[in-house]
C-alpha cells in the first residue's frame, strides 16, 4: 500500500471516529445537563414565582414541618436553603448552602424579595410570614437556567443531532478531499496545457514525499524530455533542409545548362518550376519550423484544383488513369495561404495516384451545398484501408505497408501534411472508404 492510501484511509477514518465522539458527548452532556423541570425562560419564571407563593402559602397555614417536607419532595435540580431566625433549618445539600448561603443575608423585612444570576443559575429569595406573627423564614431557591432554544432542540431532537454530525463530517471531509485533490486539478491542467503544444509548463515541487509530489516531479522530467525532443526535431529540419540545399543547387545548375544547350522545352520548364517549389519549401523549414500560417492570400480553389488536375496528368497518363475535377460552381475564391493549399491539396492528389487501380479515375469533387462549409472529396479506386486504421494514416511517418510504400516513394508524410494545412485553415479531414477505392 503507497503512503497516499494510507492518508486517505485514515483520513476519512479519523473524520469517522471525530463524528461518532462528538455525537456521543454531545448526546451525553445533554443528557447531564437537562434536569426534570427544566423549561423555557418565561415557563420557568412562571414556575418561580408559583413554588414562592405555594412555600408562602405552606408555611403560612401549616407550619414549618410541611414546608420542609413539600421542599424535600421537590425535584432534584431544585436547590433550596431554609432558614429562621435561630438558623439553618434545612437544605437540599452541601452544593445549596455554598450557592445560597452568602445571598440569603440579604433578604430583611425591609427587602423580602431577592431575584438573581448566579453561577449559570437563577436565585429567589423571599421572606416567608408565619401564622404567629413573630414567626418569620427566608427561604431561598435556585434552578439552573434554561438551555438557548437550539440546546434545547437538539435534546428533545435526534434526527437534529444526526443532522449536525453530517454537515461536521461534510466540512471536515471536503477539507481533507480538498486538500489531496487540489494538486491533481493542478496536474491536469498543466496536463491540458502541454496536450495544447505549450511544452514550457512546469509545475511548482511541494517539497513533500507522496505519490503527487513523484507525479508532479515525473511530469516536469517528461516535459523536460519532451522539450528536448521538441529541440532536437528542429534541429534535424535545419540539418537535413540545409543539406537538400546542395543537391538542389546542382540540379538547377544541370537545369540552366540543359536548357542553353536543347532551348526551352516544357518537361525542362516543368521541372524548373518543381526546383524552385522545393527550394521555396527548403527556405520555409530553415526560417521557422513551427511558423504559425498566415492567411492572407485570396485563393480561386476551382481555378487550383484544375491546375493540379492538368499539372499531374502526365503521371496519371503513365498508369492509364484518368484525373477529373467535378464542381458545382465554375470559381470559388476563399482567405488562405496558397502555398500551403497548394500542397496539400497536391499530396492529396498525388496519394489518390499512387493507390488507385490502372485504367480508372480519380475524381475531385467540390460541393458547395452547406453554406457554412467546402466540402472537397478525392475518390479513388484503389485497395482502401483497414476501418481501424483510417484515423491513423494522418499520422506522421504512418504507413500501411512499409515495403510498398518505399517502392512507391512514399515516407508516410503526404496525409499528415494535407491534415495539418487543412486544420491550420480551420477545416477537418477524414478518410472512408466507398467500397471500390478511398
Known amino acids: 500500500m503507497s503512503p497516499l492510501f494510507y492518508r486517505l484511509f485514515?483520513?476519512?477514518?479519523?473524520?469517522?471516529?471525530?463524528?461518532?465522539?462528538?455525537?456521543?458527548q454531545l448526546g451525553k452532556w445533554l443528557d447531564s445537563d437537562a434536569r426534570p423541570g427544566q423549561q423555557h425562560f418565561e415557563q420557568q419564571r412562571r414556575q418561580h414565582r408559583h413554588l414562592l407563593r405555594e412555600a408562602q402559602q405552606i408555611y403560612l397555614h401549616?407550619?414549618?414541618a410541611a414546608l420542609l417536607a413539600w421542599l424535600n419532595s421537590r425535584p432534584a435540580n431544585l436547590e433550596w436553603l431554609l432558614e429562621d431566625r435561630h438558623g439553618e433549618l434545612g437544605s437540599s445539600g452541601e452544593r445549596a448552602r455554598q450557592r445560597l448561603q452568602p445571598l440569603i443575608a440579604e433578604l430583611t423585612p425591609q427587602r423580602p424579595f431577592l431575584r438573581r444570576h448566579r453561577d449559570n443559575h437563577l436565585v429567589l429569595g423571599r421572606w416567608l410570614r408565619g401564622s404567629h406573627p413573630a414567626a418569620s423564614a427566608k427561604l431561598m431557591l435556585a434552578l439552573p437556567r434554561p438551555h438557548?432554544?437550539?440546546?434545547?432542540?437538539?435534546?428533545?431532537?435526534?434526527?437534529?443531532?444526526?443532522?449536525?454530525?453530517?454537515?461536521?463530517?461534510?466540512?471536515?471531509?471536503?477539507?481533507?478531499?480538498?486538500?489531496?485533490?487540489?494538486?491533481i486539478a493542478t496536474l491536469r491542467s498543466a496536463t491540458r496545457q502541454l496536450a495544447a503544444g505549450e511544452l514550457d509548463t512546469r509545475l511548482p515541487d511541494s517539497g513533500r514525499s507522496d505519490e503527487i509530489a513523484q507525479l508532479t516531479r515525473d511530469f516536469n522530467s517528461m516535459t523536460d524530455q519532451l522539450n528536448r525532443a521538441r529541440q532536437q526535431q528542429r534541429q534535424l529540419i535545419?540539418?537535413?533542409s540545409h543539406e537538400l540545399r546542395s543537391p538542389l543547387a546542382r540540379i538547377q545548375?544541370?537545369?540552366?545548362?540543359?536548357?542553353?544547350?536543347?532551348?526551352?522545352?516544357?518537361?525542362?520548364a516543368r521541372i524548373g518550376r518543381e526546383c524552385e517549389q522545393l527550394n521555396e519549401m527548403i527556405d520555409q523549414?530553415?526560417?521557422?519550423?513551427?511558423?504559425?500560417?498566415?492567411?492572407?492570400?485570396?485563393?480561386?480553389?476551382?481555378?487550383?484544383?484544375?491546375?493540379l488536375v492538368d499539372s499531374n496528368q502526365l503521371e496519371a497518363g503513365?498508369?492509364?488513369?484518368?484525373?477529373?475535377c467535378d464542381s458545382d460552381v465554375p470559381s470559388l475564391l476563399v482567405r488562405g495561404a496558397a502555398r500551403e493549399l497548394h500542397s496539400a491539396l497536391e499530396n492529396l492528389l498525388r496519394n489518390a495516384l499512387r493507390h488507385t487501380v490502372e485504367n480508372s479515375e480519380v475524381l475531385i469533387r467540390l460541393d458547395t451545398g452547406d453554406p457554412a462549409w467546402i466540402r472537397l472529396q478525392v475518390i479513388d479506386h484503389g485497395p482502401g484501408v483497414p476501418e481501424e486504421e483510417l484515423a491513423s494514416i494522418f499520422l506522421p511517418f504512418y504507413r500501411l505497408d512499409s515495403a510498398?510504400?518505399?517502392?512507391?516513394?512514399?515516407?508516410g508524410l503526404g496525409l499528415s501534411i494535407v491534415q495539418r494545412h487543412i486544420e491550420a485553415h480551420g477545416g477537418r479531414v477524414s478518410a472512408a472508404n466507398t467500397g471500390s477505392g478511398l
Open 253 to 268: 545548375a544541370a537545369l540552366a545548362l540543359a536548357q542553353r544547350k536543347s532551348g526551352d522545352h516544357a518537361e525542362l
Open 285 to 307: 523549414l530553415l526560417s521557422n519550423p513551427q511558423r504559425r500560417l498566415e492567411l492572407n492570400d485570396t485563393v480561386d480553389l476551382c481555378a487550383l484544383l484544375q491546375t
Open 318 to 324: 503513365s498508369r492509364s488513369c484518368r484525373l477529373r
Open 404 to 411: 510498398r510504400a518505399r517502392d512507391s516513394g512514399g515516407y
Open 238 to 240: 535545419r540539418d537535413v
Open 10 to 24: 485514515f483520513g476519512f477514518w479519523l473524520t469517522t471516529l471525530v463524528a461518532i465522539l462528538a455525537s456521543y
Open 62 to 64: 401549616q407550619g414549618q
Open 148 to 183: 438557548p432554544l437550539v440546546v434545547e432542540m437538539l435534546h428533545q431532537h435526534l434526527w437534529l443531532r444526526l443532522l449536525l454530525a453530517m454537515v461536521a463530517t461534510g466540512l471536515v471531509s471536503f477539507w481533507l478531499v480538498r486538500r489531496y485533490t487540489r494538486p
